[in-house]
């Protein structure tokens, strides 16, 4: 359902002028992006732990590498561009990241020998880990879905030790730490699509403080400082 608000204010200084009255956001509702995301993370999550703890043969490599760049990078993306609309950072900035870093990490698996390591690829892993520790940072009270982002970063950060050092040890242990995250991201997932489709049972998703406020406020409260926001002011 469609809302509009008049941002003027009896407090507002700018109340007297026409324009100002006369200003309506429109805010268009779209459903919780994070499932889909979640969902596709988990995919790619666990078909490469499959590579790393040998499940799977190396010549199998590229039908994983091309079966996450037509699923779980487009659907992070599309996720990600309603993130944005929805001013969800981990929706947003969150599952932008991840795409990319599964795409990097999908075509240079298409591009080198199987099962061979990548200094390049470990870097660039390491730098993927550090970055999306910032969309966490904003993620304000929504715990479950910050885990799922830091387990994300550390499995890109161990995954990128094994490119760096070459090592057996660390590559199995990249495996295993991404099969726990494609564990938590099914959960993750189940969870925000029961939430999203009000089911009569509810799992624990460990919302805070900020997080509470859709489900706690009503509609006024919640949008009053929207004429501030991203996109509805005048710069961003």
Known sequence: MAESRDTHRDDDPDASRPHVKQTRIMLRPTGNPLPLAFLSLAVATVG?????????????????????????VPLQLLSAVIGFGARDPIAGTGMAIVSG??????VSTLLTTPGASSPALGLLLQVAAIALLVPVVAARGKV????????????????GISHLTGAPMWDAVGGILGMLLGALALYAALGFELEESAHP???????????????????????????????????L
Do not use: C, N, Y
């Open 101 to 106: 870093v599964w795409a990097m990490i999908a």
């Open 144 to 159: 479950l879905a910050s885990m799922v982002l830091v387990g994300s970063a550390v499995r890109f950060s161990v995954t």
């Open 201 to 235: 049972v509810q799992l624990p998703l460990t919302r805070r403080k900020r997080a509470q406020v859709p489900f706690r406020d009503s509609l006024e409260e919640q949008v009053d400082q929207i004429a501030s926001e991203a996109g509805v002011r005048r710069q």
């Open 48 to 72: 490469f732990s499959a590579l790393q703890l040998g499940i799977v043969g190396p010549d199998e490599s590229h039908i994983i590498a091309v079966a996450v760049l037509v699923l779980t």
